[in-house]
């Protein structure tokens, strides 16, 4: 069974940069998988933030794309999520997430417990 | 961009009863790459199904998903207790390659 961790800061500073990161046990980040982050401001709905494939392309939300960077580390077999410019826009509970990996279908079949992260001084 | 439309916002029925969800894609999209999820309060989203047809493993067949073109649906048979919950559509785009979600409806007990 794939389980998801996030892990980081639960308060950023305006105009900072919020950094999280994913630990993936159960599977590898090298498996046929994309891996996710998605958002959720209090009361809010689903935001996807960006992917990344084993091989480390990238996909962001041309929404959030200029401030977004995701990474992996095969090593310790996790993922990160950076962030920058943060304003309270970016408050949110932040999840990451595994792709079924199904060709030909979409979908996050594993998600991690959520983290809160706050913008604020 | 592809918007997602999900109606109603909220829907009140009882235990038992039959409850149809819908989701309108703002332009024709591939059936292929449309998901559904339930989240309840204080939990991770929960893939209900995908494709727009198969359910995800451990998924009661009480919970089924149709639709093409625009349209699509989600289905619970009858309802129980623990299905009052918030459900979200979910479409993958190619142009750029990102994720969509509906703005969620929200089932709740009448």
């Known amino acids: 069974q794939v389980q998801l961790q996030e892990s980081g800061p639960g308060l950023v500073k305006p105009s900072g940069t919020l950094s999280l990161t994913c630990a993936v046990s159960?599977?590898?980040?090298?498996?046929?998988?994309?891996w996710s982050w998605v958002r959720q401001p209090p009361g809010k709905g689903l935001e996807w933030i960006g992917e990344?494939?084993?091989?480390?392309?990238?996909n962001y939300n041309p929404s959030l794309k200029s401030r977004v960077t995701i990474s992996a580390d095969k090593s310790e077999n996790q993922f990160s999520l950076k962030l920058s410019s943060v304003t309270a826009a970016d408050t949110a509970v932040y999840y990451c997430a595994r792709h079924l990996g199904i060709s030909g279908t979409r979908g996050f079949d594993f998600w991690g417990q959520g983290t809160m992260v706050t913008v604020s001084s | 961009e592809i918007v997602l439309t999900q109606s109603p916002g909220t829907l009140s029925l009882s235990p038992g009863e039959r409850a149809t969800l819908s989701c309108r894609a703002s332009?024709?999209?591939?059936?292929?790459?449309l998901a559904w999820y339930q989240q309840k309060p204080g939990q991770a989203p929960r893939l209900l199904i995908y494709g727009p047809s198969s359910r995800a493993t451990g998924i009661p067949d009480r919970f089924s998903g149709s639709g093409s073109g625009t349209d699509f649906t989600l289905t619970i048979s009858r309802l129980e207790p623990e299905d009052f919950a918030v459900y979200y559509c979910q479409l993958y785009g190619t142009s750029p390659p990102m994720y969509t979600f509906g703005q969620g409806t929200k089932l709740e007990i009448k």
């Open positions: 159960g599977g590898s980040i090298s498996s046929k998988n994309w």
């Open positions: 332009q024709s999209v591939s059936s292929s790459y």
């Open positions: 990344i494939y084993q091989s480390g392309s990238t």
